[in-house]
């Protein structure tokens, strides 16, 4: 199958299908960015930024 799938003589049923968690996932994010200040939402990346970069 999935050589039939890679040369093309079948499609793949699979494309872009979020799961039902990930699609509520990325409302909710947008949702919580769009009620947080600026100054909240900066907050939150530095101190992302300074987990990820080991400050």
């Given amino acids: 199958m999935i050589g039939k ?3 093309g003589e079948i499609e793949d049923e ?4 979020k799961s039902a968690a990930a699609a509520l996932g990325s409302k909710g994010g ?3 960015a769009a009620n947080m200040t600026p100054e909240r939402r900066a907050e939150i990346a530095r101190k992302a930024a300074e987990k990820r970069w080991g400050k």
Avoid at 14 to 17: F, K, S
């Fill in 5 to 7: 799938i890679a040369t």
């Fill in 14 to 17: 699979r494309d872009d299908v």
């Fill in 30 to 32: 947008k949702a919580r």
